[in-house]
């Protein structure tokens, strides 16, 4: 079996997107268009991946300091068109190969397509996939004989009316056998309305060399789709939205509105999950079971047990969080918070870069940085831990069993004792004891006569 080599064009500049940053590095589901693309390369099994880039590729190469896969980057100093972007990598390539051609704008093609026309390709024949668009402008047309076979791909911008009124378009993506691909490579020309070595001319030179050529055509569009300008971008970026809000529900998950989902990232949701409108999901996200998801949240590199309940307005970034919690509403989960079983952030608490155990509850307007929460702990209304000094972070041990009154100020370091009790509106400075009260706070006076001097 030859060898497969997959080569991904990503060297144009885009200029529809009216954006400094390259095309390929924009963003759809919260991966750039290449990531997309080369990880389909990486699925599909290709033994070696040659991206060939150009405008502006030091960002391109920046994007990818430590890719999780095999890529050669071969620079295309001038962009002469597709055709001149191929001949970069062929030196690169054996020529026992099935060369697999994809582009960095499109991202959405599947795995399956890439297998079929991989299936298709061979010495004698090229695989080919196709579309069919209501309005193929600005896409290279399919031509076909009165047989129905492939004969050739003419540009829009070559192309005469008769041609521009043919549906089929050419999407690019193809299969080809190595040795035959160089020589139609090395004949190409620039007689075109471009001015550009067009990859699409090699289709007719291997229909006159008896080559055959089979196409696949994928059901969706969408699928096979380029991004060229910001419409576009956001035409496949509600399809793929579309695509994995699908997905959820036939795994089990219960979506309020699929349309006011968005998934950027990797997202593992178990059975039984209900999702409220307008719940975005960045990074790697992992939720539990039974898990209940309120309005208008954002989590982002998180992993949430089974049974927990999230409520509205939240915003959880990195963050652990045990089984069975009650999260919400208005709550921030920093990075680095870890929450035990059966905990309860209430509203408009946030938490950052610590670890809270089993059944401690902190209900109310509350900040806790740089602590360890013990079991059972009740933190009250309007706790603070004060973390920090203008220079230097310190940490707050709260052991288990301790209740802390509203309106408390943790001044770190500091540690509550084992069954302590802090008074509330307490400034602690000093270690509480275990098992005993700790209050801090001016004796209230009472002056009697005085009145209130108006000023005028």
Not at 86 to 105: F, M, W
Not at 130 to 137: E, F, G, H
Not at 203 to 222: D, K, W
Request: charged fraction near 20%; proline fraction near 4%.
């Amino acid at each position: 079996m030859s060898p497969l080599i997959a080569i991904i064009l990503s060297a144009g500049q885009g200029k529809r997107m009216k954006s400094a940053l390259p095309k390929v590095l924009h963003r759809l589901g919260g991966r750039t268009l290449l990531e997309f693309v080369i990880d389909a390369a990486t699925k599909i099994n290709a033994e070696k991946i040659h991206v060939v880039y150009g405008h502006d590729g030091e960002r391109v190469l920046a994007a990818f300091p430590h890719p999780p896969f095999d890529v050669n980057w071969v620079y295309q100093s001038s962009q002469l068109g597709t055709g001149h972007a191929v001949k970069q990598v062929l030196p690169y390539v054996p020529g026992e190969a099935l060369v697999l051609i994809l582009y960095g704008d499109v991202p959405l093609v599947k795995i399956e397509t890439l297998a079929e026309i991989i299936s298709k390709a061979g010495k004698q024949t090229i695989g080919l996939v196709t579309a069919r668009l209501s309005d193929p402008t600005g896409y290279g047309r399919i031509m076909r004989d009165a047989y129905g076979r492939v004969t050739g791909i003419i540009e829009e911008k070559d192309a005469d009316s008769n041609e521009r009124n043919i549906t089929e378009i050419n999407t690019g993506i193809m299969a080809v056998p190595a040795n035959r691909l160089r020589d139609w490579v090395g004949s190409l020309t620039l007689s075109n309305a471009q001015g550009e070595f067009y990859l699409t001319d090699i289709i007719e030179l291997a229909v006159q060399e008896g080559i055959s050529v089979e196409t696949v055509t994928p059901t969706l569009a969408e699928e096979v789709l380029g991004v060229n300008d910001r419409v576009q971008l956001a035409h496949l970026e509600r399809h793929y939205q579309q695509e994995q809000a699908h997905l959820l529900m036939e795994s089990g998950v219960t979506l309020r509105d699929p349309a006011r989902l968005d998934i950027r990232g990797d997202v593992v949701v178990g059975q039984d999950v209900t999702i409220d409108v307008n719940v975005v999901l960045e990074g790697k996200v992992v939720i539990g079971d039974g898990v209940n998801i309120g309005p208008n949240t954002c989590i982002r590199d998180t992993e949430i047990g089974e049974g927990t309940h999230i409520q509205a307005n939240c915003v959880l970034e990195d963050a652990i969080i045990g089984r069975d919690c009650r999260i919400g509403p208005f709550s921030r989960l920093r990075p680095d918070t870890r929450l035990a079983e059966q905990v309860h952030i209430g509203n408009f608490v946030e938490i950052k870069k610590s670890n809270v155990k089993e059944r401690s509850k902190i209900n109310h307007l509350t900040y806790i940085g740089d602590a360890q929460i013990g079991s059972d702990v009740n933190v009250g209304a309007g706790t603070i831990t004060c973390n920090y000094d203008g220079m230097q972070k310190y940490h707050t041990e709260v052991q288990d069993n301790v209740f802390i009154g509203s309106g408390t100020m943790l001044v770190a370091p500091v540690t509550l004792g084992i069954g302590s009790t802090i008074g509330a509106g307490s400034t602690i400075t000093k270690n509480a004891p275990p098992y005993r009260l700790s209050v801090e706070r001016s004796r209230q006076i009472a002056m009697k006569g005085w009145k209130k001097r108006l000023v005028r």
